[in-house]
Every structure is written in C-alpha cells, then in structure tokens.
C-alpha cells in the first residue's frame, strides 16, 4: 500500500501567488514526513521535516508544511510564489526503521 | 566542501556488462543509501546501509549489489544490467538514519541497450 500519495503531478501558478502542494499519508506510517526539493539537473534537497514536534513545519525558502492528523494530511505551502520556486517537489515518510518512501513528484511551473 | 559525489554522471552499457557506479561522502556520515527515478513513479530506495559492513535491502533490490568497506564510500554494482535498469540514480547520505537530512549527489543517468 502506498505510504505517501501526491496529488496533482503537475502545478501551475502565477508569480506572487500562493503554492499548494499536496501530500497525504497512510495513517500506518510513522510520524516522520518530509518534503524534498529537486531543482532541474540536481539531487534532492530537504525543504522541511516533521517529527511530532510541532504541526506547522517552517522550512527553507519560504515554504511551511501543517501536519493534520484528522486528514492525514502534509500539504505544503508558501505564501507567494516566485521564479526560483519552479522545480520538483516530493513528499516522503519514513516507512521503516531506516526505509524513505517517496511520493511521485509534483512538477511546480511559476508562470511571470 | 560538505558534498556526495557520484561517477560517472553518465553511462551508456550494453545488457550484461557489469558495472559499478561509486559514491562518496566527506560528511563522515553513518547512514548512505541509492535510489533511482524514474518518470511516474518518483524515487524507489534500492538498498541502504547504516554503517561500515551493515547493509539492508530497500523497496527494489533485485539486480542490483552493494558494499560498504569504508564509511565514505557505498558503490552501486550491477552485475548483469538489463534495460529495465536504465534510470536516474542518486546516492544520498546522512547521520543516523533516514529520519536525518539526507544530502543527495548529482545523480548518475544509466542506459542499457
């Protein structure tokens, strides 16, 4: 069974607007989630992390992810979106004691 | 400078040509692990390992090899590719476990004709 699942795998907004990138997990998972960043041509970056500590995750660059159990739900997010953002991001669970399961990907396209 | 690298960045084999694609960390960290991409279907872990001599099977292990002879280095080996092979395949590292950061390489793009 999936562990994370990303919805949409490709999204699309104007410069300045909000991103909204959605994850759900399996409730069978652990609490550790994740949300990665892959710029054209690289490796992953991590963007945040949750580990029970606290529900809304600030990250780098602006994003923030909140933990919703209710929804089993990690969406990430950031308030106005620009250039540098285009990229492809995946969300991720630790499904084991040492095993990382990704999300397919969503593919952000800032449009100016 | 912290950093993973990976090489070749790039191959071109042919099936049943054994090959060996080498990672390396300067970060001193336990945890290094392979992954490959594959469009649709995002990143698959391949195998893991925790440290010197302690190696485990990630989510799709078939066909491929591992070792960790030294904490810096985890080389992926192929021992007979096939093109169901052919992908993108980043080496990541971390302290600890997956539960840390992990600090991916540039990755390695694999064709098997």
């Known amino acids: 069974a999936q562990s994370v699942t990303q919805l949409g795998s490709h999204v699309s907004v104007s410069e300045g607007a909000l991103v909204l990138l959605r994850c759900n997990y399996s409730s069978s998972v652990p609490p550790y989630l994740f949300w990665y960043v892959q710029y054209p041509n690289q490796g992953l970056q991590l963007l945040l992390k949750?580990?029970?500590?606290?529900?809304l995750v600030k990250g780098i660059n602006g994003f923030e992810a909140e933990f919703k159990k209710s929804e089993t739900s990690f969406h990430l997010t950031k308030p106005s979106a620009h250039m540098s953002d285009a990229a492809e991001y995946f969300c991720a669970a630790l499904t084991g004691a040492n095993n990382l399961f990704f999300g397919t990907g969503t593919r952000l396209t800032v449009i100016p | 400078e912290a950093q993973v690298t990976q090489n070749p960045r790039y191959l071109i084999t042919v099936t049943g040509k054994k090959l060996t694609v080498t990672c390396s960390q300067n970060m001193n960290h336990e945890y290094m692990s392979w992954y490959r991409q594959d469009p649709g279907l995002g990143l698959r872990q391949i195998y893991y390992s925790m440290n010197v001599e302690v190696t485990d099977k990630g989510d799709v292990p078939e066909g491929y090899k591992v070792s960790r002879k030294e904490k810096r280095n985890f080389p992926l080996i192929l021992e007979s590719p096939s093109p169901n092979q052919t992908s993108l395949y980043f080496c990541?590292?971390?302290?600890?476990?997956?539960?840390?950061?992990?600090?991916f390489g540039p990755g390695t793009r694999l064709l098997v004709l």
């Open positions: 949750y580990t029970s500590a606290a529900t």
């Open positions: 990541a590292s971390g302290r600890g476990g997956a539960w840390e950061t992990q600090y």
